[in-house]
């Protein structure tokens, strides 16, 4: 590439038309600032040099405080490692460990540890419950009324009725829980739950008694008849009130308790 002449070129010459006169042979401009030619068809750059360490040669030093560990791991210390602090206890297993063994949770239910005395008082107290949804007082009706209107009742859930069968109830099912070993007795003796079963039998008899005095027979030989009175459920109950304070009786007598009188029966 030919260079410019020194001191630069001369002025243009005016007879010259176009002002500067045409470059000499072979002058190429110089490129742009910045720019960079492409390469020649087929050319490929060299690799990056990378030094590479003579062998023998230096090596840089480990970081502070790092000691790579020795071949095979690391032998335990002499005299094997000492047993751990009175009182220290393992840590929790992270979650999705192996479960934790079994014993802590719920007793397990064995049914065939229930006695006579027992499927008796959990008996009564479901068939007490059962009662309450037949009719304790009835209506019905003959001759020609029953053309026109249909027996109907009240069930054990009208009034307080209902009073004598939650106490049924709730006596059967603290029988129960403390019989499986889901509560432990503690302050609940068996004296109590007879005592609650004796008061839902109570009860349930001054139903019967209510029942009779909303009742009656009323006839017209003209029109037929209308009777009213107890209905089925409140009988049924009367006699499953009465087998539940008589199987909590015998519970109490079985485990050694006292009551004002003595029931005879099983000792189961």
């Given at each position: 590439?030919s260079?410019?002449?020194?001191g630069?070129?001369p002025?243009p010459?005016?007879?010259?038309?176009?002002g500067?006169?045409p470059?000499?042979?072979?002058?190429?401009?110089p490129?742009?600032p910045?720019?960079?030619?492409?390469?020649?068809p087929?050319?490929q750059?060299p690799?990056?040099y990378?030094?590479?360490?003579?062998?023998g040669?230096?090596?840089p030093?480990?970081?502070?405080?790092?000691?790579?560990p020795p071949a095979?791991?690391?032998?335990?210390?002499?005299?094997?490692y000492?047993?751990?602090?009175?009182g220290?206890?393992?840590?929790?297993?992270a979650?999705?460990?192996?479960?934790?063994?079994?014993?802590g949770?719920?007793?397990?239910?064995?049914?065939s540890?229930?006695?006579?005395?027992?499927?008796?008082v959990i008996?009564?107290?479901?068939?007490?419950?059962?009662?309450?949804f037949?009719?304790?007082?009835?209506v019905?009706?003959?001759?020609?009324?029953?053309?026109y209107?249909?027996s109907?009742?009240?069930s054990?859930?009208t009034s307080?009725?209902?009073l004598?069968?939650l106490?049924?109830?709730a006596?059967?099912?603290?029988?129960?829980?403390t019989?499986?070993?889901?509560?432990?007795?503690?302050p609940?003796?068996?004296?109590?739950?007879?005592?609650?079963?004796l008061g839902?039998?109570?009860?349930?008899v001054?139903?019967?008694?209510?029942?009779?005095?909303?009742g009656?027979?009323?006839?017209s030989?003209?029109?037929g008849?209308?009777?009213?009175?107890?209905g089925?459920?409140v009988?049924?109950?009367v006699?499953?009130?009465?087998?539940?304070?008589?199987?909590?009786?015998?519970?109490?007598?079985?485990?050694?308790?006292k009551l004002?009188?003595?029931v005879p029966?099983p000792?189961?």
């Amino acid at each position: 590439m030919s260079q410019p002449p020194a001191g630069g070129y001369p002025p243009p010459d005016s007879n010259q038309p176009g002002g500067y006169p045409p470059p000499a042979p072979g002058y190429q401009p110089p490129p742009a600032p910045g720019y960079q030619p492409p390469p020649a068809p087929g050319y490929q750059p060299p690799p990056a040099y990378t030094p590479t360490p003579a062998p023998g040669g230096y090596q840089p030093p480990p970081a502070p405080g790092y000691a790579p560990p020795p071949a095979g791991g690391y032998a335990p210390p002499p005299g094997g490692y000492p047993p751990p602090a009175a009182g220290y206890q393992p840590p929790a297993p992270a979650y999705g460990g192996p479960p934790a063994p079994a014993g802590g949770g719920m007793p397990s239910v064995d049914i065939s540890k229930v006695t006579v005395i027992g499927w008796g008082v959990i008996g009564a107290a479901f068939l007490t419950l059962i009662a309450s949804f037949f009719n304790f007082w009835s209506v019905s009706f003959s001759g020609q009324l029953s053309a026109y209107a249909s027996s109907s009742g009240l069930s054990g859930w009208t009034s307080w009725w209902w009073l004598p069968v939650l106490l049924a109830l709730a006596v059967g099912v603290v029988y129960a829980l403390t019989l499986f070993g889901i509560i432990k007795p503690g302050p609940i003796k068996p004296e109590f739950l007879f005592y609650g079963a004796l008061g839902s039998f109570v009860l349930m008899v001054i139903v019967l008694i209510l029942t009779f005095s909303y009742g009656g027979s009323y006839y017209s030989s003209d029109l037929g008849g209308v009777s009213a009175g107890p209905g089925f459920g409140v009988w049924f109950a009367v006699v499953t009130t009465l087998a539940l304070a008589y199987f909590t009786a015998l519970s109490v007598q079985s485990k050694g308790g006292k009551l004002p009188f003595k029931v005879p029966g099983p000792a189961l």
